[in-house]
T-cell receptor
Framework: KAGVTQTPRYLIKTRGQQVTLSCSPI?????VSWYQQTPGQGLQFLFE???????NKGNFPGRFSGRQFSNSRSEMNVSTLELGDSALYLC???????????????FGSGTQLSVL | GEDVEQSLFLSVREGDSSVINCTYT??????LYWYKQEPGAGLQLLTY?????DMKQDQRLTVLLNKKDKHLSLRIADTQTGDSAIYFC??????????FGTGTRLQVFP
């Protein structure tokens, strides 16, 4: 069974640009969550999608958005990039969501975004 | 708000036991998790414990939960060089958001 796949693996952008990151969950998983990892702030929750609907959201500005398609693949978009958006963006998939009984989150390897 | 704290570094000799500690503030946590992150990789779920348990053992891993003190620990028996990584504890409550700790970098030396 293939794991969680994130593309691209690395990305370099300049301030003011926008970026789209992609995440393909494990087959059969309907929940996709996104996290931002930085050395200073650690791992922070961005949002979670389930069956094409955003079900939960962290404390990030509106420049960060996402969506989920009918095949459960998800994308996140960051507009008007700032230097502080440089981070490793991780997505995680699970069957029904983070807190289901005996639920497990499976993480991808992440997309390393550098904003210059 | 929710807060999860860990010490930043731990260094142990190969073959010894490692104990990584974590404290959290959210008394409504339902599950608590331990994840491992190796360089250039995502997070790998190691083990988890339900909040009404106080101990869980899984091969070399032992998780202890003191709910009264909001303290979670991960003990790795017979630590190997392949265990060198960053370890994150995380908690989830009824808001369905997974809150991660700051991570503990474990270094195993021969």
């Amino acid at each position: 069974k293939a794991g969680v796949t994130q593309t691209p693996r690395y990305l370099i952008k300049t301030r003011g640009q926008q970026v789209t990151l992609s995440c393909s969950p494990i087959s059969g998983h309907r929940s996709v969550s996104w996290y931002q990892q930085t050395p200073g702030q650690g791992l922070q929750f961005l949002f979670e999608y389930f069956s094409e609907t955003q079900r939960n959201k962290g404390n990030f500005p509106g420049r960060f958005s996402g969506r989920q398609f009918s095949n459960s693949r998800s994308e996140m978009n960051v507009s008007t990039l700032e230097l502080g958006d440089s981070a490793l963006y991780l997505c995680a998939s699970s069957l029904v969501g983070p807190s289901g009984t005996n639920e497990k989150l499976f993480f991808g390897s992440g997309t390393q975004l550098s904003v210059l | 708000g929710e807060d999860v704290e860990q010490s930043l570094f731990l260094s142990v000799r190969e073959g010894d036991s490692s104990v990584i500690n974590c404290t959290y503030t959210d008394s409504s946590s339902t599950y608590l998790y331990w994840y491992k992150q190796e360089p250039g990789a995502g997070l790998q779920l190691l083990t988890y414990i339900f909040s009404n348990m106080d101990m869980k053992q899984d091969q070399r891993l032992t998780v202890l939960l003191n709910k009264k003190d909001k303290h979670l620990s991960l003990r790795i028996a017979d630590t190997q060089t392949g265990d060198s990584a960053i370890y994150f504890c995380a908690e989830i409550n009824n808001t369905d958001k997974l809150i991660f700790g700051t991570g503990t970098r474990l270094q195993v030396f021969p």
